[in-house]
């Protein structure tokens, strides 16, 4: 069964560091794009981060540039976001997602442009 | 940055057809995708490029693109089709996904 399973989760105060783990199976994972997508309560789904099969290229949406890295181990089979510096419009629901779909332009290809696989989310809540 | 605009709700009665629109600058142009979110769960893809269909989902799903609006398209709407439902593009100006607000479709 494809699965990803997020944990490391929880309440943390601002400023603070909180580092989430996903754990994939049921597929190839060293031979996919994986992202981090969030969701704040009560809105809508907001894309954080990218990672290349290989960890060379990675794209972060501006909010958290220099705040979040995200990484992968593909001998694991695990993907991590380290969140530094986290302020409460960080708090959200933060989902692993697995890239899938290429798309091409007139000019450009990319890999990968949707989601077709999502873990069950964390929750992390920045708080004093 | 490329922003796509849902309608914030859609009310539909059972066994009626539910449209959800998803508006952007030239959105024919692009693929969409769609995902379903059911209250304390995560997304599910429901229709991706545009009009196809993942493995799992009824054939009630379908979907179309052209001009500024992608349209997804819900048959014979059923009580457990009640969900937040979101477009997403890639948006190649700047090399990431981007998705539309959400739709609360609710089945009256």
């Known amino acids: 069964e494809l699965q990803l399973v997020e944990s490391g989760g929880g309440l943390v105060q601002p400023g603070g560091s909180l580092r989430l783990s996903c754990a994939a199976s049921?597929?190839?994972?060293?031979?996919?794009?994986m992202s981090w997508v969030r969701q704040a309560p009560g809105k809508g789904l907001e894309w954080v981060a990218n990672?290349?099969?290989?960890?060379?290229?990675?794209y972060y949406v501006d909010s958290v540039k220099g705040r979040f890295t995200i990484s992968r181990d593909n001998a694991k089979n695990s993907l991590s976001l380290q969140m530094n510096s986290l302020r409460a419009e960080d708090t959200a629901v933060y989902y692993c997602?697995?890239?899938?779909?290429?798309?091409?332009?007139?000019?450009?290809?990319?890999?990968?442009?949707?989601?077709?696989?999502w873990g069950q989310g964390t929750m992390v809540t920045v708080s004093s | 940055s490329y922003v796509l605009t849902q309608p914030p709700s859609v009310s539909v009665a059972p066994g009626k057809t539910a449209r959800i629109t998803c508006e952007g600058n030239?959105?024919?142009?692009?693929?969409v995708h769609w995902y379903q979110q059911k209250p304390g769960q995560a997304p599910v893809m429901v229709i991706y490029?545009?009009?196809d269909r993942p493995s799992g989902i009824p054939e009630r799903f379908s979907g179309s693109n052209s001009g500024r609006t992608a349209t997804l398209i819900i048959s014979g709407v059923e009580a457990g089709d009640e969900a937040d439902y979101y477009c997403?593009?890639?948006?190649?100006?700047?090399?990431?996904?981007?998705f539309g607000g959400g739709t609360k479709v609710t089945v009256i």
């Open positions: 490029y545009d009009s």
């Open positions: 997602a697995r890239g899938s779909h290429p798309y091409c332009t007139s000019t450009s290809c990319y890999e990968f442009s949707a989601f077709d696989i």
């Open positions: 990672i290349k099969q290989d960890g060379s290229e990675i």
């Open positions: 049921g597929f190839t994972f060293s031979t996919y794009w």
């Open positions: 997403q593009v890639w948006d190649s100006s700047g090399d990431h996904p981007v």
């Open positions: 030239n959105i024919g142009s692009k693929n």
